[in-house]
């Protein structure tokens, strides 16, 4: 089953929208088999965003996202990668369409709520950076349902 790592970011969580937002995901059948709130530092930011080193936006994205604490999850589903990628919506809320997360407790194009992986590579990636694999209760599950 594919996995993906969602961050609810400093904006969203300092708001009190983190419920209303894991609330979505939930709704649309996706596990969460991993999550933790925690506090990026600027390394952690670094390792995370790492294809945007350099980029004009990156010290300022950055300090946004070191600003508070954020949540960290894995979602598991079918094809959930794309599937959240389509819910949060575009990266400027201002082109997000609506009923997305980002329309609708996104700030502007930085301060945009949440982030999710974009591919199989970067979710296995990200997951990683975040969370351990005795973190990550995917088996455990079945048990449940
Ligand atoms: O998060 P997403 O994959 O939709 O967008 P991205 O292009 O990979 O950029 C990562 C994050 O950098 C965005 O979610 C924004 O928080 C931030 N960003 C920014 O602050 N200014 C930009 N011009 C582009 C991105
Ligand atoms: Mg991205």
């Known amino acids: 089953m594919e996995k993906t790592l969602v961050l609810i970011k400093p904006d969203a969580f300092t708001k009190h929208y983190s419920g209303d937002i894991i609330k979505r995901y939930e709704a649309e059948g996706f596990r969460i088999v991993a999550m933790k709130l925690l506090k990026m530092d600027e390394r952690l930011a670094s390792i995370h965003y790492e ?56 700030a502007n194009g930085r301060r945009n709520a949440v982030h999710a992986s974009d591919s199989v590579e970067s979710a296995n990636r990200e997951i990683h950076i975040f969370f351990n694999e005795t973190e990550i209760l995917d088996g455990q599950y079945e048990a449940m349902e």
């Open 51 to 106: 294809e945007h080193i350099g980029r004009p936006y990156y010290n300022d994205l950055v300090g946004f996202m070191t600003s508070a604490p954020i949540i960290a999850m894995v979602l598991e589903g079918e094809d959930v990668i794309a599937k959240v990628r389509k819910l949060n919506g575009k990266t400027n809320p201002a082109e997000a369409e609506e009923g997305t997360i980002r329309k609708q407790f996104a």
